[in-house]
């Protein structure tokens, strides 16, 4: 793979063409390589700029993070052929995704593990994990609200599309505004009225049914950068961490 050159920092995305991604996902052929070079031709200036701009990474460091995380997650995992329609943005699973991988990478530097596949040492980032840990957890809590702002889209378009703004709106009022903003969720009463409920008992089941739909969603984030079960499972946990250490407040 040719080494990455210095670009222009840009956050500006391309708009999504599924019918691309989804030749570049299709591994194998001619026309699925021309695809994937075509896909990365697009999208690796952003996702430099993200680690510079938005991570705060020194040029240098971001360009050997993206080098291994396009040589180890994005043609030795096929990442791209996990990507599918409906479920929000490619972007959004391409940066949650790097940023996983970048998440990873500072965990294996404190804990000194071994680097990434054919990824040389970067001191600058030793240091400063070494040092005080702050940059790790920025990525920690970086990463965790990418993974919960996923799911909360997914779980939307799945309550749009089976017609059930009641379990959206519950969740939303019960739970999702409550964590986001720090406000007390509505009481029972309001929810009753505002969707015509019979009964309290029903909003309680109905954010029962929503609370349910949001772990599914989470699950179905987490499971696309996780290798199996239990590291879906050890994932959710460390978000759980990740979200209270933060101080932000768990649903």
Not at 41 to 47: I, N, Q
Not at 87 to 102: K, M
Not at 156 to 169: H, K, L, Q, S, T
Not at 183 to 192: D, I, K, M, Q
Request: glycine share 8%.
């Amino acid at each position: 793979m040719a080494r990455l050159r210095p670009a222009i920092q840009t956050l500006e995305f391309p708009t999504t063409q599924w019918s691309l991604i989804v030749r570049a996902g299709n591994n194998g052929g001619d026309c699925s390589r021309q695809a994937m070079a075509e896909l990365l031709g697009r999208y690796l200036t952003p996702m430099r700029a993200h680690l510079v701009n938005r991570r705060h990474m020194h040029p240098v460091d971001a360009d050997d993070l993206l080098q291994a995380f396009l040589a180890d997650r994005v043609l030795e995992d096929e990442l791209v052929s996990c990507a599918v329609q409906g479920r929000g943005r490619f972007r959004n699973f391409l940066l949650t995704a790097l940023d996983h991988f970048v998440l990873n990478y500072f965990r294996s530097l404190q804990a000194q593990k071994r680097q990434p596949k054919g990824h040389r040492v970067l001191r600058e980032l030793v240091d400063v994990v070494g040092g005080n840990g702050e940059a790790g957890q920025a990525f920690d809590v970086a990463w965790g609200r990418e993974v919960i702002e996923q799911a909360v889209g997914e779980m939307r378009e799945e309550c749009i599309a089976a017609r059930r703004p009641d379990v959206w709106g519950v969740f939303e009022a019960r739970v999702l505004r409550p964590c986001l903003e720090s406000v007390s969720p509505t009481p029972y009463r309001e929810l009753v009225e505002r969707f015509n409920f019979a009964t309290p008992s029903e909003a309680t089941n109905i954010l029962v049914t929503g609370n349910r739909m949001f772990l599914r969603a989470l699950k179905s984030v987490v499971g696309r950068y996780a290798k199996d079960g239990q590291a879906v499972e050890e994932e959710l946990l460390d978000l759980q961490r990740i979200l209270s250490s933060s101080g932000a407040r768990s649903a």
